[in-house]
């Protein structure tokens, strides 16, 4: 497809569980981003990577995240030992090129449900 | 860092009526980029339009416009003449020179009713 896709679109783990979730960006895109949202926190900005490197991981919320991207496209994020409040809508983006003031497209989401 | 005010949480218009959403903005950076996006019913944002911070020009797309005024670090957006698909959450977002994304405000819920 021609759009920033995501998978898995919904997700219901339990607390405690390990759960990855995928990002395929538009084609060509070198610059991948995560978001989260959620009713409490709005949209926050978690990682974001140029090419396979992540400049900075300090917008993670704590050390159960972690993110890699590999071949400069698809991305995971994985969130480690699931607790409640991780539940939200985890927002993929890519644009053409970093830096993360150029347009960026986002995919439809995965929806995490902590149980 | 960044930090992005959309004072308005809900609006709600009868058709055709115009209407504005506000967005006011606080950075330090010198340079920096605006952004509007739309996220309808299905959930997906959808980007509507991006200006720098040399750039004042106000910009017309068809029924939408912007109006960007660095005096009062606002960018408002307003849809002229307003339809009932045009109902959706609408967030303002700035991004400065570092790796740190897009800042997003807290998003306007826009009821266009028939």
């Known amino acids: 497809g021609a759009g920033v896709s995501q998978s898995p679109s919904n997700k219901v783990t339990e607390k405690g569980k390990d759960v990855e979730l995928r990002c395929d960006p538009i084609s060509g895109h070198t610059a991948l981003y995560w978001y989260r949202q959620s009713l409490g926190q709005g949209l926050e900005f978690l990682i974001y990577?140029?090419?396979?490197?992540?400049?900075?991981k300090s917008g993670l919320p704590s050390d159960r995240f972690s993110a890699e991207r590999t071949g400069g496209s698809v991305s995971t994020l994985t969130i480690q030992r699931t607790q409640q409040e991780d539940s939200a809508v985890y927002l993929c983006?890519?644009?053409?090129?970093?830096?993360?003031?150029?347009?960026?497209?986002f995919g439809p989401g995965t929806r995490l449900l902590v149980l | 860092a960044q930090k992005v005010t959309q004072a308005q949480t809900e609006i709600s218009v009868v058709e055709k009526e115009d209407v504005t959403l506000d967005c006011v903005y606080e950075t330090r950076d010198t340079t920096y980029y605006l952004f509007w996006y739309k996220q309808p019913p299905s959930g997906e944002l959808v980007f509507l339009i991006r200006?720098?911070?040399?750039?004042?020009q106000n910009e017309i797309s068809g029924r939408y416009s912007w109006n960007f005024q660095k005096s009062t670090s606002s960018f408002n957006f307003t849809i002229t003449a307003s339809q009932v698909v045009d109902s959706a959450v609408y967030f303002c977002a700035c991004s400065g020179g570092g790796a740190d994304g897009l800042t997003f405000g807290k998003g306007t819920h826009l009821i266009i009713q028939p």
């Open positions: 200006r720098n911070s040399f750039d004042e």
């Open positions: 983006a890519s644009s053409s090129s970093g830096p993360p003031w150029e347009t960026q497209y």
């Open positions: 990577f140029q090419g396979n490197s992540a400049p900075d």
